[in-house]
């Protein structure tokens, strides 16, 4: 009899148990935040975020890849020596950085303008462009349970928007507006095209470690992000967004946790 869910051992369980937790315990804080009135800069949000996970993807390669004996120095003088020589992937990997940056702001802001069950649900919608891509990049056919949780990812989709719409609502109304939605969906397509070019890099450069190209992604968001700021693209300069007031409330027990999960 088939595992349900194709999670065959108690390390993939605990690993999809464990992702789904993170990302109630998200939409909650989130909420939250929201009903505390916590107001914080997303995109210095997604600044640390990817700091953090430029230092995770880095130790883990200094401690898994590397060569050049125990000295860290060597280690360091080996990771220089593979990003110069690998400069062009670290270049690549700004189209995938720059359309992750632009999730990663959305999702601190789409979660201010939807509850978090309406917005996890919608997010799910994904799921569906990320099939059909799949189909056509890698010519993988979906199978037909695949093709019957898409489609019934769509339906769902589709009874939360229109059981929103309140046909005596007025223009006053606190719900969603139709810009919400077209961040949405700027946000799922960001990601979607995102994940399926970083597979197509991931596949290509298959020699490169894992962790030297998470260290090219997170630098290459960090570098997208301040130039967001910089080009004011967020609504605020580096100069009004990178402020002390803004980095103190990212280390509030309401956000940080937010900013460590996501």
């Known amino acids: 009899m088939p595992a349900p869910l194709g999670l065959e051992t108690k390390t993939q369980r605990g690993i999809f148990v464990t992702y789904m937790s993170l990302w109630v315990s998200y939409g909650l804080l ?16 997604v600044v640390l975020q990817s700091f953090l996970k430029l230092l995770l993807a880095s130790y883990m390669f200094l401690t898994a890849d590397a060569q050049g004996g125990e000295f860290l120095g060597n280690k360091l003088r080996y990771m220089m020596s593979q990003v ?30 939807f509850d978090a069950a309406t917005y996890f649900l919608l997010l799910q919608f994904r799921l569906v462009i990320t099939g059909i891509l799949h189909q056509m990049m890698f010519k993988k056919r979906l199978n037909r349970n695949q ?6 990812t ?27 939605y077209g961040l949405l969906i700027v946000q799922m397509l960001s990601s979607t095209f995102a994940g399926v070019y970083n597979e197509v890099l991931l596949k290509k450069q298959a020699a490169i470690p894992v962790n ?9 968001s960090i570098v997208c992000t301040m130039g967001m700021l910089v080009f004011g693209l967020t ?20 956000v940080l946790p937010m900013v460590l999960i996501i």
Not at 30 to 45: D, H, M, P, T, Y
Not at 212 to 220: A, E, H, K
């Open 30 to 45: 989130n909420e939250l935040a929201k009903r505390q009135s916590v107001r914080f800069n997303s995109a210095c949000a």
């Open 212 to 220: 030297l190209q998470n260290v090219f992604m997170y630098v290459d």
């Open 154 to 180: 769509t339906v769902g989709c589709a009874i939360k928007t229109l059981g929103q719409q309140d046909p005596h609502a007025t223009a006053k109304t606190d719900g969603p507006t139709l810009m919400a």
């Open 235 to 254: 609504g605020q300069t580096a100069e009004e967004a990178l402020t002390m007031d803004n980095v103190r409330v990212l280390f509030s027990p309401y």
């Open 84 to 113: 110069q020589e690998n400069r062009r992937l670290l270049l690549l990997y700004f189209i995938p950085s720059g359309l992750y940056v632009v999730y990663d702001v959305l999702s601190y802001v789409n979660l201010r303008a």
């Open 147 to 152: 093709w019957v949780s898409l489609g019934v």
